[in-house]
């Protein structure tokens, strides 16, 4: 029993020895990295649902403007052109009620 105790704790010891002989020749792991080599190149999104969205906001967006700018301008000529309306009519009963008296 003895024999068999000391062949044990040799075998234990030649495990330990090359585990720890298997540590000492690993070589520390380090990334060497090469500067100034290529450039990084940046990867372009799909960005084909989001034009669409943008174009078709754009496209309102100028109809909006559009109409505001028609209706601005027919509001700043609505007193001129009640003006002219109002004097022209006078005008069209006026000038046959003198020319018939």
Do not use: H, N, W
């Amino acid at each position: 029993m003895a024999d068999e105790e000391t062949k044990t704790e040799e075998v234990v010891e030649e495990v330990v020895e090359e585990v720890v002989e298997e540590v000492v020749e690993e070589k520390p792991i380090t990334a060497e990295i090469p500067y100034g080599v290529g450039m990084p190149t940046v990867v372009m999104p799909f960005m084909a649902p989001f034009d669409e969205i943008a174009e078709s906001v754009t496209y309102r967006a100028q109809l909006i403007a559009r109409e505001q700018k028609l209706s601005s301008g027919i509001c700043a000529a609505m007193p001129v052109g009640l003006v002219v309306g109002f004097l022209f009519a006078l005008l069209m009963v006026l000038v046959p009620v003198l020319l018939t008296t």
